[in-house]
């Protein structure tokens, strides 16, 4: 995992002349997503449901911001809209997100221009991109077809075969604070992993390397890329670029607001179908009674699971085993209206995936600026292509019943935000806290749904009676320490 080449910021300018551009900069067209839908109505679309539109509109983050300015006098500066509203910033129009909601919508968001006008990439957090702040549209190809709306460019900042492209992406999906926490570590995350190495040689390996943040979260059809004279099929990148949150409102109108949100869940499940690999054995523990072990795996995504903004991520697994009809471990089981936090109080053998961010004085801290360290215990992502059997990225439990387990049943959840966190900001009086709860996912990570009995396990040497999910790639079953895996 060497952090290698620096782009190359040279780019050929092709097109026509700049009939969007003015002297004082980009022209308001220009800035505006909507002047795009036209000629790119697909990835209009996808990118008006995604959260880089919804990110300045988001309740949760225009309450958090509002309380930071307050709560730092001040010092917070433009540390949030930087990120959530960066054109804004770019231009100089805003410096501390307060005044947002007086601002074109153009200027709030990660818009298209922001991606697509990035110069150069400066670091690797905090959002280090400065923008050209002309009228080029930077993209993956050479030869566009000339429009009259935008010239456009070749940038290897925005071309998915060259691997540092996931710099773009990851320099804003990185999050260091004031007191130097690393408090979002996607892209250090994907650069400590295989999918940042180049494919090697051997051909067997290649297709588990060189995958960037765009290879997953934008997959591509074939397809025209702009409803336009002379244009060809190329590939047609889907732009939903979806992760765990949802719209917490009707963004962008009651109308439209709802489709979009049924349109992220759709992708978000197929994205979420291979992430997680589960197991659960059952097997007769030391010195009597039974162990029920659950395992689990991060299999596909390219960074931890979760990743992000992980200190508001609620993953848990659920478990119930039975003897007969007597429940012996009852653990995770919470409706989606009730509190994980809350149940984990009651539960110390609750079993719970995020980060905790602790205060100066040592206690739990939920604001971005307080955290002055973070404890996580996040599914890991592999360094090494998962070819080989790694035991250092499993991640095992064991509850032990007194008698015996004859059926047991698991499920892994997620919620992307908890309800503590809602009513806490609903002091800010921006939003309905009641109304934001009830709009919060639960999401059930399917894959990891499995049920053991007797006979739908297998006996394995080391671990017992298990099921595996059907995401597994390697087997947990596996005596030796390094077996080939996925045949
Ligand atoms: C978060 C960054 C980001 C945002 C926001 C974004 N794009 Fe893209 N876009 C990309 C990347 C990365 C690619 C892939 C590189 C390429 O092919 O140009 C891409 C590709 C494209 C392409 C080339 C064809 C394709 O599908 O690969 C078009 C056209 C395009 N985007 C238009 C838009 C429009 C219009 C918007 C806003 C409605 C937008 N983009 C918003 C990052 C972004
Ligand atoms: C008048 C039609 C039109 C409008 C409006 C328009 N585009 Fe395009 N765009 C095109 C055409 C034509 C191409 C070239 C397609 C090709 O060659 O396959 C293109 C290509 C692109 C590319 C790929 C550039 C490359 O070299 O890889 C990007 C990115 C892009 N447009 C972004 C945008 C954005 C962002 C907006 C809104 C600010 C926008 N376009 C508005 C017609 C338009
Ligand atoms: C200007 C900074 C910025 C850039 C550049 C950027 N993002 Fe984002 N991204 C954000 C912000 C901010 C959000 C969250 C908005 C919110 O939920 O309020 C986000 C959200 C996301 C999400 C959804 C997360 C979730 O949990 O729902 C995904 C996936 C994502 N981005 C992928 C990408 C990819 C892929 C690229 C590169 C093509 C990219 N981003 C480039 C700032 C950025
Ligand atoms: C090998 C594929 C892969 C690569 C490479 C990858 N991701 Fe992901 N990513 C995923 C999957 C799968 C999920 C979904 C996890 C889920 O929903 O359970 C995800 C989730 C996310 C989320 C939401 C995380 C959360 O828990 O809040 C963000 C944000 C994100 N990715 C951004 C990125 C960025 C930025 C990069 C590049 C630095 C990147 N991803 C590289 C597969 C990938
Ligand atoms: C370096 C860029 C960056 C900075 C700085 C940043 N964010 Fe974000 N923010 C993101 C990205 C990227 C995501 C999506 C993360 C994910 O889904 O994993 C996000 C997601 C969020 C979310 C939605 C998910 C959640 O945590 O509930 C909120 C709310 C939020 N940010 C608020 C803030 C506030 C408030 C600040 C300032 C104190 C801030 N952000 C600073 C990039 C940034």
Redesign the pocket.
């Known amino acids: 995992m060497t952090r290698k080449t620096a782009l190359s910021l040279l780019s050929a300018v092709v097109g026509l002349a700049c009939a969007a551009e003015t002297d004082g900069g980009p022209s308001e067209e220009m800035l505006d997503p909507a002047s795009c839908e036209e000629c790119h109505p697909q990835h209009y679309r996808q990118w008006l449901g995604s959260m880089h539109a919804y990110a300045a509109d988001d309740p949760i983050f225009l309450a958090m911001n509002a309380r930071g300015q307050r709560e730092t006098g001040g010092a917070l500066g433009d540390f949030c809209v930087r990120c959530h509203a960066p054109v804004a910033v770019a231009l100089g129009k805003t410096t501390d997100g307060l005044n947002l909601d007086e601002l074109p919508q153009a200027m709030k968001g990660v818009t298209c221009y922001f991606c697509h006008n990035v110069e150069s990439i400066g670091g690797t957090h905090n959002n280090p991109i400065k923008l050209a702040l002309d009228g080029v549209m930077r993209g993956q190809y050479g030869d566009p077809v000339p429009n009259p709306f935008h010239d456009a460019a070749y940038a290897p900042e925005m071309d998915d075969n060259v691997l540092a492209s996931?710099d773009m992406?990851?320099s804003?999906?990185d999050i260091v604070n004031n007191h130097e926490v690393h408090l979002e570590r996607?892209?250090a995350?994907?650069?400590s992993?295989f999918?940042d190495d180049p494919s090697p040689d051997d051909p067997a390996l290649k297709n588990y390397y060189a995958?960037?943040?765009t290879?997953?979260?934008m997959p591509g059809s074939n397809s025209p890329i702009a409803d336009f004279d002379g244009v060809q099929t190329r590939r047609l990148r889907d732009h939903s670029m979806?992760?765990?949150?949802l719209a917490l409102t009707d963004f962008p109108d009651a109308e439209l607001g709802p489709a979009l949100v049924e349109e992220q869940r759709v992708l978000?499940e197929e994205?979420?179908a291979?992430?997680?690999c589960a197991g659960l054995c059952v097997r007769p523990a030391d010195g009597g009674g039974t162990d029920v072990v659950v395992w689990l795996h991060n299999e596909?995504?390219?960074?931890y699971?979760?990743?992000?903004?992980?200190q508001d991520?609620r993953a848990w697994v659920q478990l119930e085993a039975f003897d007969g009809e007597a429940p012996v471990v009852t653990t995770g089981v919470v409706a989606n209206d009730e509190s994980i936090d809350a149940a984990e109080l009651l539960d110390p053998t609750l079993w719970m995936f995020r980060d905790r961010g602790l205060g100066v004085d040592g206690q739990p801290a939920s604001m971005f600026w307080d955290i002055a360290d973070i404890e996580s215990n996040l599914l890991p992502v592999a360094a090494e292509a998962g070819l080989k059997y790694d035991k250092t990225t499993w991640r095992e439990r064991s509850w032990h019943v007194d008698g015996p387990v004859d059926r047991a049943v698991m499920q892994v959840n997620?919620r992307?935000i908890p309800f503590e966190l809602v009513d806490e900001l609903a002091e800010e009086e921006l939003y309905d806290a009641a109304a934001i709860k009830a709009r919060i996912p639960t999401?059930t990570?399917s894959a990891t749904q499995i049920e053991w009995t007797p006979e739908t396990a297998q006996m394995t040497d080391l671990e017992g009676a298990c099921v595996m999910s059907a995401s597994c790639f390697c087997a947990i079953s596996m005596e030796c320490g390094a077996c080939e895996c996925g045949e």
Do not use: F
């Open positions: 996931g992406c990851g804003c999906h996607t892209y995350e994907w650069v992993s999918y995958n960037t943040c290879g997953c979260h979806v992760g765990v949150d978000m994205q979420r291979p992430a997680v596909a995504a390219g960074h699971w979760p990743s992000g903004a992980a991520r997620l992307p999401y990570v």
